[in-house]
Antibody
Framework: QVQLVQSGPEVKEPGASVRVSCKPS????????ISWVRQAPGQGLEWMGW????????NYAQEFRDRVTMTTETSTTTVYMELRSLRSDDTAVYFC??????????????WGQGTLVTVSS | QSVLTQPPSVSAAPGQKVTISCSGS????????VSWYQQLPGTAPRLLIY???KRRSGIPDRFSGSKSGTSATLGITGLQTGDEADYYC???????????FGGGTKLTVL
């Protein structure tokens, strides 16, 4: 069955960087893109961007464009999301999700369990 | 605030029906497919509906989706206490060139 397993919780100081990993299984890794979505405490969902696991093409949300990098590692079938220059309002649960449609579209059919990133001094 | 507009909360009694609206514009809902997600407390979102009205495999037919113009609607019939959750609509925004969500609707089954 399809599963996406994410790395564990992180605590970072303001200004630092965090890298969250997402390891899908149960399907051909390169056949689907991976989206990243975050959720601040008590808030709604926020789309951060997505990466093609086929060729590494990325599309980042405007507000994260200068601070986020999404990468894939085909040898280990792992996807990474790095967020730099962390601020306190980056404290959130970060989800990876399999992109359930092709091209410019949004649908996420399988989700990781989420990774809590806490930014605090 | 969110690009898509949802009511913050809805409620109904067990066995009743409820609808959750999601309003947008031609840049998003009007020209792109809508999907709906259920998020139970403390868990990851789960896909319910994709491409406006297609139920994901395993989702009971009590859940339905529809779209008209720049608005979409999630319907849930035969409400159960286990349906209490937050529900989100999502779609692509062509102008923003990115995914967008509604602010979420908290369903309470009284």
């Amino acid at each position: 069955q399809v599963q996406l397993v994410q790395s564990g919780p992180e605590v970072k100081e303001p200004g630092a960087s965090v890298r969250v990993s997402c390891k899908p299984s149960g399907y051909t890794f390169t056949s689907y893109g991976i989206s990243w979505v975050r959720q601040a405490p008590g808030q709604g969902l926020e789309w951060m961007g997505w990466i093609s696991a086929y060729d590494g093409t990325t599309n980042y949300a405007q507000e994260f464009r200068d601070r986020v990098t999404m990468t894939t590692e085909t040898s280990t079938t792992t996807v990474y999301m790095e967020l730099r220059s962390l601020r306190s309002d980056d404290t959130a649960v970060y989800f990876c999700a399999r992109k359930g449609c092709g091209g410019d579209c949004y649908s996420a059919d399988f989700w990781g369990q989420g990774t809590l990133v806490t930014v605090s001094s | 605030q969110s690009v898509l507009t949802q009511p913050p909360s809805v409620s109904a009694a067990p066995g009743q029906k409820v609808t959750i609206s999601c309003s947008g514009s031609n840049s998003n809902i009007g020209n792109n497919y809508v999907s709906w997600y259920q998020q139970l407390p403390g868990t990851a979102p789960r896909l319910l509906i994709y491409e406006n009205n297609k139920r994901r495999s395993g989702i009971p037919d009590r859940f339905s989706g529809s779209k008209s113009g720049t608005s979409a609607t999630l319907g849930i019939t035969g409400l159960q206490t286990g349906d209490e959750a937050d529900y989100y609509c999502g779609t692509w925004d062509t102008t923003l060139s990115g995914g967008v969500f509604g602010g979420g609707t908290k369903l309470t089954v009284l």
